[in-house]
């Protein structure tokens, strides 16, 4: 490999959300990735840091030209310059759209269990969360259509938040899901927001497919969120785009976000997301290939030594939902537990609403020796709490 991923850097006492724990402990719960981001990135944000002045800023032809041309080559969707919209951050747009699509009491359905930060931007701004739970058999996520349809059929329905690929459980959805979804948000008139920020962190051998790709309905239906911020370890940054083709959804959104004030970026935004996508490619193929091989050994060690937990199957992201049922107790609890007493700090699966309980989700983003140790940690735990 090119770049060094095995390379260990200290994170503590940088302000870090994710290394401001006590010394012992390994954290391996919120997504961002304890790799250094792309060189080619760190370079143009040095350059660019070097000029002094950091003043106001606006949206240049090159940051238009990245998202189009990267979503082309990598995904064989072709968007147009007129769709994209600047933003802060998925997140920040994913609440400006509740509080522009929505009125209070509506329901926004949500597929569970899923990214635990949807849940607050719909009861933050009023809404109900309505849960279409997943069905888990065999180790596998998969759609309950019928449930879907019952609940997008509620007239007070009228916003569905995907997460493809999925988070926590690392499914990419199929061309033929995306195809039956969109349908069914048309028939009953609610729009698609799809969050899109992992959709680059495939297994080497897997792609993605965009909601908006799959056909002109979901095309004229849906709002895509999009960043660098994931696969390229950057959200600090706070930068993110907006594919909206529709032009009366885009209007909306496009006054959502100036309502909302995030719709201009930082100093540093714009050039880190120009780098990642001119210029990180290589980069990315190798994180995607190193974390590839973080997988096989979780998977390897969980089968050989913790036959207690069982590991999600996967094709997408940097995290790992961990299937720990058979210890009958809830995940919070043995969340709670495994970090007081080996420190290894994991995310609860009960964060990520129905069926997430009896689970926990693991970021493999880090250096193997990092993995390798949070291994351990993770079966000491689990031997300490079959004891208690």
């Given at each position: 490999m090119e770049y060094n991923f095995d390379k260990i850097?200290?994170?503590r006492n940088t302000a870090s959300l994710k290394w401001d724990i006590k010394e012992n402990e390994l954290p391996m719960w919120v997504a961002d990735m304890d790799f250094e981001t792309a060189p080619e990135i760190k370079n143009a944000l040095l350059e660019r840091a070097q000029h002094g002045i950091y003043g106001y800023n606006i949206i240049p032809d090159e940051w238009y030209e990245a998202y189009i041309n990267w979503w082309k080559t990598r995904h064989g969707f072709e968007m147009k310059r007129e769709w994209l919209i600047?933003?802060?951050?998925?997140?920040?747009?994913?609440?400006?759209?509740v509080r522009k699509l929505t009125t209070p009491n509506e329901n926004v359905l949500v597929q569970t269990p899923v990214y635990n930060i949807f849940f607050n931007s719909i009861i933050n701004n009023g809404c109900r969360p309505l849960q279409n739970r997943l069905i888990y058999k065999d180790g596998e996520y998969s759609i309950d259509f019928e449930d879907l349809e019952e609940k997008l059929s509620n007239p007070q329905t009228t916003l569905m938040l995907l997460c493809n690929p999925q988070n926590p459980a690392?499914?990419?959805w199929k061309k033929e899901e995306l195809e039956k979804i969109g349908a069914l948000c048309k028939k009953h008139s609610v729009v698609v927001l799809s969050d899109e920020i992992?959709?680059?962190?495939?297994?080497?051998?897997?792609?993605?497919?965009?909601?908006?790709?799959?056909?002109?309905?979901?095309?004229?239906?849906?709002?895509?969120?999009?960043?660098?911020?994931?696969?390229?370890?950057?959200?600090?940054?706070?930068?993110?785009?907006v594919s909206v083709p529709n032009p009366v959804l885009r209007h909306k959104v496009n006054?959502?976000?100036?309502?909302?004030?995030?719709?201009?970026?930082?100093?540093?935004?714009?050039?880190?997301?120009i780098a990642a996508f001119k210029n990180g490619g290589k980069w990315l193929d190798e994180m995607r290939a190193y974390v590839f091989e973080n997988k096989c050994l979780v998977d390897s060690f969980i089968k050989n030594e913790l036959p207690q937990v069982k590991l999600v199957k996967s094709e997408a992201?940097?995290?790992?939902?961990?299937?720990?049922?058979?210890?009958n107790k809830p995940s919070g609890e043995i969340a709670s537990f495994i970090r007081k007493e080996t420190g290894l700090f994991l995310?609860?699966?009960?964060?990520?609403g129905e069926g997430g309980n009896g689970f926990l989700r693991m970021n493999i983003a880090c250096p193997r020796a990092n993995v390798e140790d949070g291994l351990k940690r993770l079966k000491a735990g689990v031997e300490m709490l079959e004891k208690v």
């Open positions: 850097i200290d994170r600047f933003s802060a951050g998925v997140v920040p747009t994913i609440s400006s759209v690392g499914r990419i992992h959709c680059d962190i495939t297994d080497p051998d897997k792609s993605y497919v965009p909601f908006a790709g799959v056909n002109e309905e979901c095309k004229m239906n849906s709002i895509t969120c999009i960043a660098p911020t994931k696969c390229f370890n950057i959200a600090g940054l706070q930068t993110s785009a006054r959502a976000l100036n309502t909302d004030e995030v719709a201009e970026p930082n100093t540093f935004a714009v050039t880190a997301t992201t940097y995290l790992l939902w961990l299937d720990v049922s058979a210890l995310s609860s699966g009960s964060a990520y």
